[in-house]
């Protein structure tokens, strides 16, 4: 089964739909300053909304993108189908190499977030993907059949902090 992309990711005016799911897209400008304002005036709070957000967003979104291509049955096309998700949404590239239902590690060697981070405000002392860390779990959630808030997603090492890559690790919560 192929996906149509230019279906399934279009421009309807001055709407984004991705399998007919408004998407809100802004730029890397806006993501790290909210990022910024979140972590600034809610410390782990704020961390904790982001990853929330992202973890629902990807949840409702991947399992309606499954519901409409029902064709995509398997674990490995799923994961596959998220990594080019990721990509073409323009949030980096991103690894599902050592995952399975218990958990394992992800890479991402290049993502939105970190070249706005690093733009905007230079090296950090901390991992900063909290968006990447949500996501990873709502999509898994979906494709492993759990509920949300089922994973735990911590970063290791972070390209925001110069390290060589992201590595998030996933663990049942």
């Not at 279009?10 to 799911?21: I, N, P």
Request: charged share 20%; aromatic share 10%.
């Amino acid at each position: 089964m192929i996906l149509d992309w230019r279906k399934a990711l279009a421009r309807k005016g001055f709407h984004v739909t991705l399998s007919d799911l408004h998407m809100a897209m802004h730029s890397h400008h806006y993501n790290i300053n909210l990022q910024k304002m979140l972590e600034d005036n809610f410390i782990q709070d704020g961390t904790e909304v982001m990853i929330r957000a992202a973890e629902e967003a990807s949840f409702f979104g991947f399992q309606s993108i499954l519901h409409q291509y029902n064709q995509i049955k398997t674990i490995k096309s799923k994961l596959e189908l998220v990594s080019t998700l990721y990509q073409n949404c323009g949030l980096g590239i991103i690894h599902f190499q050592k995952i399975g239902p218990k958990g394992g590690s992800i890479i991402s060697m290049s993502s939105h977030h970190v070249i706005g981070w690093l733009a905007k405000h230079g090296r950090r002392t901390t991992p900063g993907c909290h968006f990447s860390r949500g996501w990873i779990a709502g999509v898994l959630e979906v494709i492993y059949n759990r509920p949300i808030g089922y994973y735990l997603v911590e970063e290791k090492t972070c390209k925001m902090m110069l390290d060589e890559k992201c590595l998030f690790m996933v663990r049942e919560g």
